[in-house]
């Protein structure tokens, strides 16, 4: 079964610091999609960057990118120039196609705190 | 396995009907949370529930509603079902509001 592993429960990053979110995966699927998630206190979860599999390059978007090692099963999101606003719980997420029907898994979370 | 539990896992059903989606959190979380995702779209938080009691509510329709029990296992209760209605639909539980978060496997809806 695939599983989502996020072994930060808390991460701290000074204001206009770069931090880096870990998450693992397990999968013996070959095509699949990884993302990663913000939660603000809103609970509303915003899709941050999604990185599909055959992909070597890694996703970026603005000050986010990721660094995706498919033989390690390990998917970090780099945040840059952390701001206030990216104060929030970020979640790692995985997504397969197994039998006609997708399937998600999600980790635990990770709340990163952005210290003035 | 989170060990979050989501029935059914697939439902199909005709436009204009209600249906009940349910879900059951790991033992001894209390915050049961209810999220939709349709199509690719990030995911929509619709209620929060602590203990039995409404913590807070997103986007949810009013067609929509929700309760959770005595027992800790929360019912998401989908009515007039419309085609738009169709997507994933995601518990979470957490032991503390804003903890650790575990999510189920989610329910596919299907609106014909």
């Known amino acids: 079964a695939q599983t989502v592993t996020q072994s930060q429960p808390e991460m701290s990053v000074q204001e206009a610091e770069t931090v880096t979110l870990s998450c693992t995966y397990d999968?013996?699927?070959?095509?699949?999609?990884l993302f990663w998630y913000k939660q603000p206190p809103s609970r509303q979860m915003i899709l941050v960057i999604r990185q599909e599999a055959y992909k070597q390059q890694n996703a970026t978007e603005n000050r986010f990118s990721v660094n995706f090692q498919k033989a390690a099963k390990s998917f970090s999101l780099k945040i840059s120039d952390s701001q206030l606003g990216d104060a929030a719980m970020y979640f790692c997420a995985y997504r397969g196609f197994t039998s006609g029907t997708y399937k998600y898994i999600f980790g635990t979370g990770t709340r990163l705190k952005v210290l003035a | 396995d989170s060990g979050v539990t989501q029935t059914p896992k697939h439902l199909i059903t005709a436009t204009g009907q209600r249906v009940t989606l349910r879900c059951s959190p790991r033992s001894g979380d209390l915050s049961v949370y209810w999220y939709q995702q349709s199509l690719d779209q990030g995911l929509q938080f619709l209620i929060h529930?602590?203990?039995?009691?409404?913590?807070a509510k997103g986007n949810i329709l009013e067609r929509f509603s929700a309760q959770q029990f005595p027992d800790l296992h929360s019912e998401l209760n989908l009515s007039s079902l419309e085609l738009g209605d169709s997507a994933l639909y995601f518990c979470?539980?957490?032991?503390?509001?804003?903890?650790?978060?575990?999510f189920g496997q989610g329910t596919r809806l299907t609106v014909v």
């Open positions: 529930y602590y203990n039995g009691e409404e913590r």
């Open positions: 979470a539980s957490s032991a503390q509001t804003g903890g650790k978060a575990f």
């Open positions: 999968t013996s699927e070959s095509d699949y999609y």
